[in-house]
C-alpha cells in the first residue's frame, strides 16, 4: 500500500477525486429521491391530497435516515478494521442495489401495500450505505490531505454531496424541459433517475478499487499499534457530544435548505415544479462552489471561527428568510433569498468533517465521526421534511423556522465553548 508521505502532490490529488467521487455517486443516488419525490409519491400513496402524499414519502425518507446509525457503526467500524477503501467500496454498491430496486418496483396500483414496503426496505438499505459513506469519506479526505489544507481538501466532501443533489436536480430538469412531459414523468419518467443512479455506481466502485488506503490507517497496522474496538467509542464522551451538537443544528439547517425547498417552493411559496427545481439548481450551484473556498478560509482563521459564525446568522435569520421565502414573490427575489441562506449554512457545511475528524485517534476515527453524526442526522436532519410539513398540516409553518433556529443555537454555544480543532487535531499525532 501507499504511504501519504511517499505520494505526490499529484498522485494525493488523484486519491481525494477517486474517493470524492463515489461520494458523489452516493448522493446523487440519496438525492434523486427527494428531486423526483413530486412524481413518483402520487405512484405509491393514492391519497388525492399533495401534502399527504408527501407526508407518506418524507416519512418513508425519515426512516432510510433510521438505518444511517446502523451503517455508521457497522462500517465504521469495518473501515477502522480492514480500510478506508473497503468500507467506501462496500457503502457504495449498497447504495446502488437500492437505487435499481427503487427503479424497479411497480406502483401501489399494480402490487398494492408491495409497493411502498419495497420502497421502505430499498430506502432502508440506502439509508445504512449513506450512514457509513459519512464517516468513512470524512477520514479518508482528511488522513489524505496535507497538514496544512485539510480544511480545503475535506470541504471537498460536501462539494460532492451538493454536487450530487445538483446532477439529481438537472436531470429532473432536463426531463422536464426536454425529453418528457409532466404526464410521463408521473407515469413512468421518474424512473428514469434511479437506472441513472444505479449504472453510475459501477463507474464509482472502479475508481474506488484504484484509490491508495491512507498512510495513517497503513501505519497504525504496520507498527501493530492499536487496533479498532467499537466499544471504545465509549471512551470519547466529549468527543461524542462534540459531534452531536454541532451536527444538530448543522444538519437540520442543511436539509432543511437543500431537500426540503424544492418541495417548500412548490407547495407552500407556489412555485410551478420545473421552476422550482431550476431556483434549487442555481441556488445549490453557488452553495458548492464555495465549500472550498470557506474550507481554505478555516485553514487560516480556524474551524471554531466558522462555526460561530454560522451559529449566530442561523440563529438570527433561518426564521426571517423562511418567512420571505413562503410569501409569492419573483424566481429572482426567491434565489437571492435561497442563496442568503445557503451561505449561511456554509459556515457549517465546509468544515463539517474535518473538526469531526480531528476529534479521535487513527484506530476509532471513521467510526467516531461516522456513528454519532448518522444518530443526529437521523434524528434531525431525517426528520425536518416531515416536521415542516406536519407543521403546515396544523396551519403553524412558522413554528418550523424558530424550531431550526432554536437548534442552531445550541450548537453556537458548543462551538464557543470548544478549543480551536486545529490546534488539539489527532490528525497531528
Known amino acids: 500500500m501507499t504511504n501519504r508521505s511517499a505520494l505526490s502532490h499529484r498522485a494525493r490529488l488523484r486519491n481525494i477525486f477517486s474517493g470524492s467521487i463515489g461520494n458523489l455517486v452516493e448522493y446523487f443516488d440519496w438525492a434523486i429521491y427527494a428531486a423526483f419525490a413530486l412524481y413518483f409519491a402520487p405512484a405509491f400513496f393514492p391519497e388525492t391530497d399533495q401534502t399527504a402524499q408527501l407526508l407518506n414519502n418524507a416519512a418513508i425518507f425519515a426512516v432510510g435516515f433510521v438505518f444511517r446509525p446502523l451503517g455508521g457503526w457497522w462500517l465504521g467500524g469495518l473501515a477502522d478494521r480492514k480500510g478506508r477503501k473497503s468500507a467506501l467500496l462496500l457503502s457504495v454498491g449498497l447504495m446502488c442495489l437500492g437505487s435499481l430496486i427503487i427503479a424497479c418496483t411497480p406502483g401501489y396500483a399494480v402490487i398494492g401495500t408491495w409497493a411502498p414496503a419495497l420502497l421502505l426496505i430499498a430506502r432502508m438499505l440506502q439509508g445504512f450505505s449513506i450512514g457509513g459513506e459519512y464517516g468513512s469519506s470524512a477520514t479518508y479526505l482528511s488522513e489524505m490531505a496535507s497538514a496544512d489544507r485539510r480544511g480545503y481538501y475535506s470541504s471537498f ?50 475508481l474506488r478499487g484504484n484509490m491508495a488506503e491512507t498512510s495513517a490507517f497503513v501505519e497504525q497496522h504496520t507498527e501493530s499499534a492499536k487496533q479498532a474496538n467499537p466499544r471504545e467509542l465509549l471512551n470519547y464522551p466529549k468527543q461524542i457530544f462534540t459531534v452531536v451538537a454541532l451536527t444538530a443544528g448543522g444538519t437540520l439547517s442543511y436539509y432543511t435548505f437543500t431537500v426540503y425547498m424544492q418541495k417548500f417552493l412548490v407547495n407552500t411559496t407556489g412555485f410551478a415544479k420545473d421552476d422550482a427545481t431550476l431556483i434549487c439548481a442555481i441556488a445549490l450551484s453557488v452553495f458548492m462552489l464555495v465549500q472550498p473556498l470557506f474550507g481554505l478560509l478555516s485553514d487560516f482563521v480556524g474551524r471554531r471561527c466558522m462555526l460561530i459564525g454560522f451559529g449566530v446568522c442561523a440563529s438570527l435569520f433561518t426564521a426571517p428568510i423562511l418567512s420571505v421565502l413562503s410569501q409569492p ?87 464557543i465553548a470548544m478549543k480551536e480543532p486545529m490546534r488539539v487535531s489527532s490528525l497531528n499525532r
Not at 448518522?374 to 431525517?382: C, E, I, Q, R, S
Open 157 to 206: 466532501q460536501y462539494v460532492t454531496i451538493v454536487l450530487g443533489q445538483i446532477l439529481a436536480l438537472g436531470l429532473l430538469m432536463l426531463l422536464q424541459r426536454c425529453f418528457l412531459t409532466d404526464a410521463q414523468l408521473h407515469d413512468w419518467g421518474w424512473r428514469i433517475g434511479f437506472v441513472v443512479g444505479g449504472l453510475l455506481a459501477v463507474v464509482a466502485v472502479r
Open 329 to 415: 414573490q419573483s424566481l429572482t427575489s426567491a434565489l437571492f433569498w435561497y442563496i442568503c441562506a445557503l451561505l449561511i449554512v456554509s459556515g457549517y457545511s465546509s468544515v463539517n468533517a474535518i473538526v469531526k475528524a480531528e476529534l479521535f485517534p487513527v484506530h476509532i476515527r471513521a467510526l467516531g465521526v461516522g456513528f454519532p453524526y448518522a444518530v443526529t442526522v437521523a434524528l434531525f436532519g431525517g426528520s425536518a421534511e416531515y416536521l415542516a410539513l406536519s407543521m403546515k398540516s396544523h396551519g403553524h409553518p412558522e413554528w418550523f423556522g424558530y424550531y431550526v433556529s432554536a437548534c442552531a443555537a445550541f450548537s453556537l454555544i458548543v462551538a
